[in-house]
T-cell receptor, first 110, second 115 residues
């Protein structure tokens, strides 16, 4: 049970912002939202995570709705190297268990 | 700093044969994970170690899968005997204890093909 719902695929023009949505309507109050991405033939890579406030780092921004039932990962200026599968994960409160789901395959188009 | 190292990168075996995968986590990382990733799916946790203790192996098919992490550093995942359905990428990840981010660092994986 992945606990998150993501669109299977998205396209984005190079240089434009990529907005990847995620629904997690059953999230508990103490569960974090994590985003990882997996470039072809590599292991997943951490991007960002948050609890209820919006977060920004050098890779991306994470916008979490006030009711915490959904979130959006924003890549502000997508490049061809951002082509990957992006996983939205709700971290189980006890232990370090990550349920990856099937993710969103993002293709950045030149 | 070296990342998580896995070997081999690729393995092709016939069904009913045994196979083993090796993982060397990032130095100082106490937590180690083994995941299985089927084609088109996200990784699924098989087992998690805290140092040398397996603290979560509920998803490990114990009839044919085994794992060990002697001395709390390197780890080996074994399948005996392998079945056709075991074809997948086996990922190892590690994380430091007490990390505020709970970030997991993944290796490149071992792609297993069972014929």
């Amino acid at each position: 049970d992945a606990k998150t719902t993501q669109p299977p695929s998205m396209d984005c023009a190079e240089g434009r912002a990529a907005n990847l949505p995620c629904n997690h309507s059953t999230i508990s109050g103490n569960e974090y939202v994590y985003w990882y991405r997996q470039i072809h033939s590599q292991g997943p890579q951490y991007i960002i995570h948050g609890l209820k406030n919006n977060e920004t780092n050098e890779m991306a921004s994470l916008i979490i709705t006030e009711d915490r039932k959904s979130s959006t990962l924003i890549l502000p200026h997508a490049t061809l190297r951002d082509t990957a599968v992006y996983y939205c994960i709700v971290r189980v409160a006890t232990g370090n268990q990550f349920y990856f789901g099937t993710g969103t395959s993002l293709t950045v188009i030149p | 700093e070296a990342g998580v190292v896995q070997s081999p990168r690729y393995k092709i075996i016939e069904k009913k044969q045994p196979v083993a995968f090796w993982c060397n986590p990032i130095s100082g990382h106490n937590t180690l994970y083994w995941y299985r990733q089927n084609l088109g799916q996200g990784p699924e946790l098989l087992i998690r170690y805290e140092n040398e203790e397996a603290v979560d192996d509920s998803q490990l098919p114990k009839d044919r899968f085994s794992a060990e992490r002697l001395k709390g550093v390197d780890s080996t995942l074994k399948i005996q005997p392998a079945e056709l359905g075991d074809s997948a990428v086996y990922l190892c990840a590690s994380s430091p204890s007490g990390s505020k981010r709970d970030e997991q660092f993944f290796g490149p994986g071992t792609r297993l093909t069972v014929l």
